[in-house]
Every structure is written in C-alpha cells, then in structure tokens.
Nanobody, 120 residues
Framework: QVQLVESGGGLVQPGGSLRLSCAAS????????MGWYRQAPGKERELVAS???????NYADSVKGRFTISRDIGKNTVYLQMISLKPEDTAVYYC??????????????WGQGTQVTVSS
C-alpha cells in the first residue's frame, strides 16, 4: 500500500507563491503516474498537474506557465510549485498516485488534502 501526505498549503495574497509537497511511504520510482488535483466546494475534483514515471508532465490549461510539478525520487516526494496565484486557485489540493506495481491492490491512492487560499 501507499500512504501520501501533503503539506505546504496556506493563505497567500494574489500574485504570491506556494510550494506543495507530497511525501509517499514508499519509493515513487515505479509509480506509473503521480499528480495533483484540486477541489473547491460544490465543484468536481479536477486534475491540475501530473508527472509520469518517465518524467513527462501535463498541466491544466488554467495553470500552464504558473505551476510546475517535479519529483525527488531520493526523498519519495512530489512537489507542486505555484507562482502568480489567483483567487480562483483557491481549493483543497490532493496528491494522487496511480500505482500499478509493488502493491497488493493496484489503483489510485489519495492524500488527505491541503488547503490553499488565495485572498487579499
């Protein structure tokens, strides 16, 4: 199994920056895809950014050029660097891992979420 723990959320002013961290309980080297999702009250959870085991990245159109997903395999951690934050970025951000090998139950694993609030 895989446990994921997010951290780094908080309150920032528009135009500010935050770096979110997702620490995994096992090596992320062989995890097929890891990503960040976000969900605002009353809205569907949406994909923000993802990174594959090959290092390929994808971003939602709304965050391209502002957010960067990266990984540190040695620390079993995935990051989401967010700059030029906007009020519409306010949401709970969740880490996700699409695990296909090395666990008894392959599938999607989720962290508990971390709140990001962008407000003046």
């Amino acid at each position: 199994q895989v446990q994921l723990v997010e951290s780094g959320g908080g309150l920032v002013q528009p135009g500010g920056s935050l770096r979110l961290s997702c620490a995994a309980s096992r090596s992320i080297f062989s995890i097929y895809v890891m990503g960040w999702y976000r969900q605002a009250p009353g809205k569907e959870r949406e994909l923000v950014a993802s990174i594959t085991s090959f290092g390929n990245t994808n971003y939602a159109d709304s965050v391209k050029g502002r957010f960067t997903i990266s990984r540190d395999i040695g620390k079993n951690t995935v990051y989401l660097q967010m700059i030029s934050l906007k009020p519409e970025d306010t949401a709970v951000y969740y880490c996700n891992a699409d695990v296909r090998r090395g666990v008894s139950t392959p599938g999607n694993y989720w962290g508990q979420g971390t709140q990001v609030t962008v407000s003046s």
